[in-house]
């Protein structure tokens, strides 16, 4: 890449930008104001809005969308008659779960053996600089040469849908040609992946209430029906023996039939312990692309350290359900819902409450925006060749824009390669990835101007 001027340009801004994520990374961005404070949020959704005000956007704002987030819009004009391009991430993060397992803290971004870490590292506030980045590159090398949209959202990792709703009701903002969403991954490092496929999610918490109150274990145990040990039946019928997602009416069994994903090669970036079995049937790229997939995220109940010897009366379970490309995430939450109601035993008294949905999406890649990304993926890796993938996470916009925009061709790239381990605690980016995957980003847009 030395020769090429973008890439020169690119190599040369890196500091800044490692400087710049430190900043953004340092906000606890935590879309989720019981945890963490509103302030964090709104800041670094300000250091966004005079970050794009810097590079020369116009019409920056920042955008109050009906879940109580905030999202980042700005636009920079291009040459007359040009296309509009719109590029996305998101400041949001998830919480950094154990602070106390990070070998770095969390959200002080920190560089070890070569690569970046701290919460929102590579999800997503890379993607915010990767944008940057490619702009940045473009001016110092002919201008930009395309309309530009940026939106940056506030609340993607909650899944509550503001943005999403606030572009229903402005359908015009983000209308553009061709939607590049920075919140993906390469297939590895160093192997350009463009993702094709999303699953969808749905987030239902499920409540289980068989007493008045807790009931002393020794007197009353034994005929006392106990609700955490209900709720703990419910959640064990989600799943057969060989650990395959069971939700009763829901389709379990498309397979996969682009890039595949060896036991092997999956083993070792989910750190699986040695011994320990994958779960499901299928091939691994079946599992986590073309299947549904259900998670208990957390479960409310008395902890081990103080717990007293009581039958408890109640227990709580939030529960997602990722939702493969071909069925409507609203139905998959019904199917869910009846399931857990069918499957409480003992006439437990259970309730269900829906509180985050997305739809699963698919790309077309055979749009005239894929070969100009594929020429650019090309020069900024050289020797390798762009490969489709699917991701097994959740973007609940993008059929919101596919929606809205059913002629906009939809790429999504980004930093969330395996050893990123986003989500988990010493999450993680590879610099060597944001330069390359910005570069890239760079010669697409010149590319299909062009084109």
Not at 36 to 54: H, K, N, T, Y
Not at 77 to 96: N, S, W
Not at 135 to 156: D, Q
Not at 219 to 234: E, K, M, S, T
């Amino acid at each position: 890449m030395s020769s090429n001027p973008v890439a020169e340009t690119v190599a040369s801004l890196l500091p800044r930008a490692k400087a710049e994520l430190a900043e953004l990374v340092a906000f606890k961005s935590v879309a989720d104001f019981a945890q963490f404070p509103r302030s964090e949020s709104e800041a670094a959704a300000r250091w966004i809005a005079d970050a794009l005000g810097a590079e020369g956007f116009t019409d920056v704002a920042l955008l109050d969308t009906p879940d109580g987030t905030q999202s980042v819009y700005g636009y920079l004009p291009g040459p007359e008659g040009a296309k509009t391009v719109l590029l996305y991430a998101h400041y949001d993060v998830q919480p950094p779960l154990d602070e106390a397992g990070w070998t770095t803290p969390p959200f002080e971004l920190t560089e070890r053996d070569g690569r970046w870490y701290g919460r929102g590292s590579a999800d997503c506030k890379g993607g915010v600089l990767m944008h940057l980045l490619a702009l940045r590159a473009l001016k110092a090398n002919g201008g930009v040469p395309v309309h530009i949209k940026v939106i940056v959202e506030g609340s993607e990792e909650q899944g509550t849908g503001g943005l999403e709703r606030y572009a229903e009701q402005h359908p015009e903002l983000l209308a553009a040609d061709t939607i590049v969403i920075g919140d993906a991954g390469n297939f590895r490092v160093g192997l350009p992946t463009v993702t094709t496929t999303l699953r969808g999610m749905t987030l239902v918490r499920v409540a289980v209430d068989t007493l008045a109150g807790n009931l002393h274990s020794g007197q009353f145990g034994g005929a006392a029906p106990d609700a955490l040990a209900a709720l703990i039946r419910v959640l064990d019928s989600l799943r057969a023996e060989d650990g395959s997602t069971t939700v009763d009416g829901l389709d379990a069994t498309a397979a996969w039939d682009g890039l595949e994903y060896t036991e092997e090669q999956f083993r070792a970036d989910a750190r699986v312990l040695d011994g320990v079995e994958l779960i499901g049937g299928g091939s691994v790229a079946d599992r986590i692309w073309a299947r549904p997939a259900v998670t208990v995220l957390g479960i409310d109940c008395p902890p081990v350290i103080g717990a007293t010897p009581s039958v408890q009366s109640s227990a709580r379970a939030l529960i997602s359900l990722r939702v493969p490309p071909g069925v409507d995430a609203a139905e998959a939450t019904k199917l869910l819902q009846a399931h857990v109601e069918a499957h409480t035993p003992w006439g437990a008294r259970v309730t269900t409450e829906q509180i985050g949905q997305g739809q699963p999406f698919r790309a077309d890649p055979s749009s005239p925006a894929y070969q100009a990304m594929a020429d650019a993926m090309a020069v900024a890796y050289p020797g390798e060749t762009m490969q489709y993938a699917g991701q097994g996470g959740s973007i609940p916009l993008c059929n919101t824009l596919a929606g809205l925009y059913p002629q906009a061709e939809i790429l999504l790239i980004g930093l969330s390669e395996p050893e990123a381990q986003i989500h988990a605690v010493d999450e993680s980016v590879s610099p060597e990835e944001l330069e390359r995957l910005s570069v890239a980003e760079a010669l697409f847009l010149r590319n299909y101007a062009a084109g």
